[in-house]
């Protein structure tokens, strides 16, 4: 059975920094994009960046280098370095995996976690 398991959200300051990570089990994601989701409350859901398996990222438009995505394919773990929050950023963030890089844009991932909240107070 396919896992995601979200870590490390929680409550910050503004201009703090948190580090997401994600657990993938159940199957071999090498050649699987990871990537991350996030839904602030009462918004639609939005793609924040991506990460093939050979590693070449893509990230949404107002990340504008705040965030860094990365992974270790051994062991099947993907991460979101998140820098200088904003209150902006309060929302759940979903660790996700596809086939295809193509599956994020349509947000139909084949695998979704079940989200880690983030709280940036200002």
């Known amino acids: 059975q396919v896992q995601l398991v979200e870590s490390g959200g929680g409550l910050v300051q503004a201009g703090e920094s948190l580090r997401l990570s994600c657990q993938a089990s159940?199957?071999?994601?090498?050649?699987?994009?990871l990537g991350w989701y996030r839904q602030p409350l009462g918004k639609q859901r939005e793609l924040v960046a991506t990460?093939?398996?050979?590693?070449?990222?893509k990230y949404a438009d107002f990340v504008q280098g705040q965030f860094t995505i990365s992974r270790d394919n051994a062991a099947n773990t993907v991460n979101l370095q998140m820098n200088s929050l904003k209150p902006e950023d309060t929302a759940i963030y979903y660790c996700a995996s596809g086939s295809t890089f193509a599956s994020f844009i349509q947000g139909k991932p084949s695998y979704w976690g079940q989200g880690t909240q983030v709280t940036v107070s200002s």
């Open positions: 159940g199957r071999t994601f090498d050649n699987y994009a």
């Open positions: 990460i093939t398996g050979n590693g070449k990222t």
